[in-house]
């Protein structure tokens, strides 16, 4: 008889009902912010990655090609793009020749609206053009 009332399942204390519900509510919750946070980060971080590719595209098309006044022309070609890729106005570019290359760097701060926080992507990135391209 012992044996019996052993394998019995006992009734659910009445502090314990809900608890699994409660559970799931959180995980669900959880996901839904990283899932917001993923959508609000991930199109920035896009956008960035296609910058910079096209600063590396304006730097070494400027230097293959010889443009008289290159450094202007990059700053020029950058600001005109910076609404393409959602940057703020306000970015810093700065095109330069150092050892026989062409330099851009671009700085800007964008901030990126998360649950219960604001992150600020910060994106400084400096390009070089390739040193074989550079007319002497």
């Known amino acids: 008889m012992n044996n019996l009332a052993d394998t019995r399942r006992t009734p659910c204390a009445s502090n314990e009902r809900g608890g699994a519900r409660f559970n799931f509510l959180l995980v669900v919750a959880l996901i839904g912010g990283f899932v917001y946070a993923g959508s609000q980060y991930v199109p920035v971080a896009i956008q960035a990655y296609q910058f910079k590719d096209l600063m590396y595209q304006k ?21 005109a793009s910076l609404s393409d890729y959602g ?50």
């Open 59 to 79: 730097v070494t098309y400027a230097a293959a090609t010889g443009i008289p006044i290159p450094t202007k022309w990059i700053e020029k070609e950058l600001q």
């Open 87 to 136: 940057i703020p106005p306000s970015a810093k570019i700065n095109a330069q020749q150092l050892d026989g290359r062409l330099v851009a760097r671009v700085q800007w701060i964008r901030p990126i609206q998360l649950p219960g926080y604001v992150y600020q992507y910060n994106f400084d990135h400096t390009t070089k053009s390739d040193s074989f391209l550079t007319p002497k």
